[in-house]
């Protein structure tokens, strides 16, 4: 007994909500509009479509064509004509027993459609509201959104004003392209609505509005900067790719993502010539860049280096080995030069000592003076070995940077193993080994 109890309530609980509804619902007909320079399957077509917009509203219960044919039919009363004056929408009103009527009127001149339209209280008799509706294009513009445009005069209605970050964005709204942002959108029907809005380098912005009140709305939207992918490559793979001197994109072969714009990409690689490109974003479309860098030459490194030590690892993009190259060979020839002064002084210095000793006047003075002499010799050959030593590490260092720069130039060589017949028929393997120059 509880079950049933409870399932009476919740039945008689949706009965009188369903009732609530239907009353706070105005109870509408909508007769054929009269057609003045249109055929009459238009205007019934335009006329199914007003009551459809009515119903969209969800602030009026439209009495089906079928039930109105229905009604007429059981008061034996036919209409001879459209019915669009006042007398005769109140009368068929009456007899369908709605509270309002709608009727009117849809011609055309040359390119352009008007529609009047007509709301009866029918309880009064008179005309509560009359809309008055141009439009100028084709006849199917006027069944797409022209009907819902005179639907959205005659209901409760709202403004809106929209606008972007930045301006200039394309209002699309329920669909239909209506102008640009910053813009007000005014007398439009309660309720949900399609809000688009579209600007070339933006992402489209797309959502719902919902209009509950009678009042100016206003709504502001920040668009996205729409990126778009640029497809990198080229040789050698692994390259490194820059945007401009700055920022690292990644290696051969990568993607970037960016804005509208112009932009400056350079591909790098130890061992080749960098080159640069452009790409230029101003459209929706899929962008690419691929560029093959240049390998540099293994015997220009060799010839740099030649006549600086250090120069040949900076031309191959070796540039710390070529820096720790050539402040050692600085540093070899300023000891070089400081040997080469020691030494010349203390020849000097053993060259005097040797006046004196064959100055010398007796054998005291003689010992002294060779003692000295010996002296000053022992110390001229240490500067000497010392001079030797820093000329040898000078020249060495030298003959090593040069052969460094082309044996390790950037690149690996290529090694090969190949079966080679001998004399006697048999396989050998031949292994070779080639440089890139």
């Known amino acids: 007994m509880t079950i049933k109890r409870h399932l009476y309530f919740l039945a008689t609980s949706l009965l009188l909500v369903s009732t609530v509804v239907a009353q706070e619902k105005t109870a509408v007909a909508v007769l ?57 929408l109140v009368k068929v009103g009456q007899l369908m027993a709605v509270t309002k009527m709608m009727g009117g009127t849809i011609s055309k001149i040359g390119n352009t459609y008007t529609v009047q339209a007509r709301v009866i209280d029918v309880e009064r008799g008179v005309i509560e509201t009359e809309v008055s509706q141009d439009f100028t294009g084709t006849i199917e513009d006027v069944q797409q959104w022209g009907m819902k445009k005179v639907v959205w005069k005659m209901v409760p209605s709202a403004s809106l004003f929209v606008s972007s970050i930045p301006a200039d964005a394309d209002v699309y709204w329920d669909a239909r392209k209506i102008g640009k942002t910053d813009l007000k959108i005014e007398n439009e029907a309660l309720g949900t609505h399609r809000l688009v809005l579209k600007k070339p380098g933006y992402q489209d912005y797309e959502g719902t509005v919902s209009l509950k009140e009678v009042k100016d709305y206003d709504m502001k939207v920040r668009l996205s900067v729409q990126q778009y992918q640029v497809a990198l490559d080229g040789t050698p793979a692994g390259a490194e790719v820059w945007l401009g001197d700055t920022v690292k994109v990644g290696q051969l072969p990568c993607q970037a993502s960016l804005p509208f714009g112009t932009y400056n990409f350079k591909f790098k690689a130890k061992g080749y010539h960098t080159v640069s490109g452009l790409v230029a974003i101003d459209r929706d479309q899929g962008y690419s860049l691929k560029l093959d860098l240049k390998r540099k030459s293994r015997t220009q490194a060799a010839i740099t280096s030649l006549f600086l030590p250090g120069s ?61 002499w010996q002296s000053q010799y022992d110390e001229l050959m240490t500067r000497d070995k010392r001079l030797k030593t820093a000329i040898y590490a000078t020249v060495g260092l030298w003959v090593f940077q040069f052969i460094d720069a082309p044996a390790f130039f950037p690149g690996k060589p290529k090694v090969q193993a190949v079966p080679v017949p001998d004399k006697t028929g048999g396989l050998k393997t031949s292994l070779s080994l080639t440089y890139s120059w």
């Open 312 to 372: 040949g690892q900076r031309y191959s993009d070796r540039k710390a080995m070529g820096a720790l190259y050539l402040v050692g060979w600085l540093g070899c020839m300023g000891w070089t030069g400081v040997s080469i002064g020691d030494y010349e002084s203390s020849r000097s210095d053993t060259e005097e000592a040797k006046d004196l000793y064959d100055q010398a006047a007796d054998a005291v003075a003689a010992q002294a003076a060779y003692e000295e």
């Open 32 to 88: 054929q509009f009269e057609p003045r320079n249109i055929s009459q399957a238009e205007a019934v077509i335009l006329s199914d479509r007003l009551r459809a917009e009515l119903v969209a509203t969800n602030h009026f219960n439209v009495l089906e064509r079928e039930q109105m044919d229905k009604i007429l039919r059981e008061q034996k009363l036919q209409l001879t004509g459209a019915c669009s004056d006042a007398s005769c």
